[in-house]
């Protein structure tokens, strides 16, 4: 039956993760590709393209416009895109030939108003825009101040407008890109955004990188006049659209405390067994065991029984082992113990989009501090998930574990921290029994089989202790924790 209980599960943004989701949601211009071999027509380095004037073009419907495009020696043509809500906005030539470093079109403005811009771009040569604001009734200028309470770090403030727009049709499109006429600012004084259409119905929407939006409706801008106004911010909830590192933190409650604390018992028990039996008699047997069927090779095992039965090794090793209590079982239950405080923490883990909206794949790394691989910890293929606007992620699924792998894991922490020299609790039951001297003691100046002296045999005891200590790793089946 799977381990099914209710937990807290929450995630929250560490500024690591806040810069690694800005940078996903950013923008960066296409980048050209460097030409393996020189080509003598390739625009040279730094070369540029520049509208005849930087200034928005303010234009009534329905009229030619003359544009002219000026670029450095080398640049031969240019393609020229209408971009964003031009309506029925068109160009005489798309394609303009740059002769002397010179070319111009015809822009026929729409026939409504409308702010859009115009790209031009050329092979190896960044981008330039020149933004187009139309109106039949004149233009305004909007100084707008962002009022921000929330509790990230924002960035310079982004303002743009949207003409025959509301806020509300504008979430319709989500996600919402900055309009034709954007400026930035806002964080020590208002952001200023000149000919906007004294037009019916007009959005403005200002935002800090893509973490704190705000919008706001006008429908009443006056020609040739200044408008101020205000436009609260709010922090959107996290958008998962990339990878994240992600810890939340694990803590049973109730019911779920008490069906953890039966399981961990269980697999403390399973766990000890597994290293040795309870009896005290059986730990020289099962050691020697160990020893020629974990650690020696398989070619020199049958030299090895030999040896053990002409040197009596399993008495010898019994009276070794008695006056080294406690037991193999009891020295392995106390090292549990000692993990069991250690096996409650938090779940690191990195966080991304599953094929299914709402929906998120979670890849364990760390639980409790504990490497997921060690503990045999995967997750279910999709867990379901949301995110507020105070950075907190809320996921429900599952997660499969072995807890005596947990358990056993965390007590190799306990082991390393008492005693550096182990960096296992099998590591440290070896020290603690003396294999060195257990070798000395049943070899004496002689060998387990040739070339294996007490040396050798001393270090196949540690590796038979671990391969024991896996065993009590693997003890208890896996489980599937609901969360």
Known sequence: MPLSFSGRAAGRLRPLILLTFVAAC???????????????????????????????????????????????????????????????????????????????????????????????????VPDVVRRVSVSADG???????????????????????????????????????????VESGGVTGPIVIEGVPAVGQVAVMVRSAHYASGCTDLDDLVPMATRELSVNVYDLPLALTGSYATTFTFEPEGDGATAWQAMVDDAAAKAANAFASAAEADDAKTLIDAIRNRAVPAAN??????????GQWDSKAAAWLHARLPSLHDRAAAWLAKGRPGIVGPLTATLAPAAT????????????GLPASTVNLTADDAFDWTADSEDTVHLSGGIRFV?????????????AQSSPASTTAGAANASKIDCTGLATALVGAGVAYPQCAAACLALHCAN???????????????LHLTM
């Open 301 to 310: 095992r049958s030299q090895v029984d030999t040896t053990r039965t002409t």
């Open 403 to 415: 807890p005596s792998a947990v358990l056993a894991g965390a007590s190799d922490a306990a082991a």
């Open 139 to 181: 233009f305004a200028t909007l100084r707008i101040t962002p009022s921000y309470s929330g509790a990230r770090i924002v960035n310079p403030f982004v303002a743009s407008t949207f003409v025959h727009a509301t806020c509300s049709s504008l979430l319709l499109t989500a996600p919402v890109t900055d309009g034709a006429l």
């Open 357 to 368: 909206k709402g929906r998120a794949t979670v890849t364990p790394l760390l639980f409790a």
């Open 464 to 478: 038979a202790v671990a391969a024991l200590w896996s065993d009590a790793a693997a003890a208890s089946p896996a």
């Open 26 to 124: 950013s923008q960066s211009a296409p980048s050209a590709a460097t030409p393996d071999v020189a080509d003598p027509a390739a625009p040279s380095a730094g070369a540029t393209l520049r509208f005849d004037d930087p200034a928005t073009l303010l234009a009534r419907p329905s009229t030619d416009v003359a544009l002219t495009l000026f670029a450095t020696p080398g640049v031969t043509h240019a393609t020229l895109t209408l971009v964003g809500a031009y309506e029925d906005a068109s160009l005489s030539a798309s394609e303009i030939v740059l002769l002397g470093s010179t070319g111009s079109t015809t822009l026929r403005t729409p026939s409504v108003a409308a702010t859009f811009m115009i790209r031009a771009s050329s092979p190896g």
